[in-house]
């Protein structure tokens, strides 16, 4: 095991099951959320014009995002620790520094994945592309990223804090991967990359 894995780990261990369970409720009840989401965005696929499917992808991706686990509930740290916004004895701020500072790991993930939702949402061209071929391509990350959301919820059931913490991370890259970025602007990408760079270090 190497160091930052036994730091990682000391970090996790004090998190109480009550906290843990609060952030597993959070995190499966965000998944179960975009479920439904995928589903309806499926079927109103069926209808939209071709003229329609940019404004549709924009909408698509935004959701994707907001639908990912990284608001302070969906955390066990933030659960057990922030109460009185001194987050004395939290784990994460001895190994990744307090959450509302500016140079810590998770203000730098959070910027920039405030960045990208902002590139989304003011992408107002997007790219060419032929409309089945779009739509086709917007079924497929519809249809992976409910699979993906559904195997969320089940991956977290038995985990322990170290490992939620780590899905979590996992989770957000994989979903981020499956963002439509062919049929948006090319800022979109390059925010996407530097998000990835920064969650790296979310945990």
Excluded at 72 to 80: A, L, M, R, S, W
Excluded at 88 to 96: I, K, N, Q, S
Aim: glycine share 4%.
């Amino acid at each position: 095991m190497t160091d930052r894995a036994k730091e990682l780990e000391a970090a996790a261990k004090d998190i109480n099951l009550e906290s843990l369970q609060a952030a597993k409720d959070a995190v499966a009840a965000s998944c179960a959320e975009y479920v439904r989401w995928a589903e309806l965005f499926s079927t109103r696929l069926e209808t939209v014009l071709p003229e329609e499917l940019h404004k549709f992808t924009r909408a698509l991706a935004l959701t994707m995002l907001g639908h990912l686990p990284t608001r302070p509930g969906t955390c066990p740290f933030c659960i057990q620790y922030d109460r009185d916004r001194a987050c004395t004895g939290c784990g994460y701020a001895a190994t990744h520094g307090r959450c509302d500072a500016d140079d810590s790991a998770f203000s730098l993930f959070i910027e920039a994945f405030q960045e990208l939702g902002r590139a989304i949402y003011q992408d107002t061209e997007g790219v060419s592309a032929d409309s089945v071929l779009a739509e086709r391509h917007l079924r497929c990350t519809m249809q992976i990223s409910k699979g993906r959301a559904m195997r969320m919820m089940e991956e977290i059931k038995g985990c322990s804090a170290l490992q939620l913490m780590d899905k979590k991370a996992r989770y957000i890259g994989e979903m981020i991967e499956l963002l439509p970025c062919d049929l948006l602007c090319s800022e979109v990408e390059e925010r996407l990359h530097k998000v990835n760079d920064v969650l790296k270090n979310y945990w």
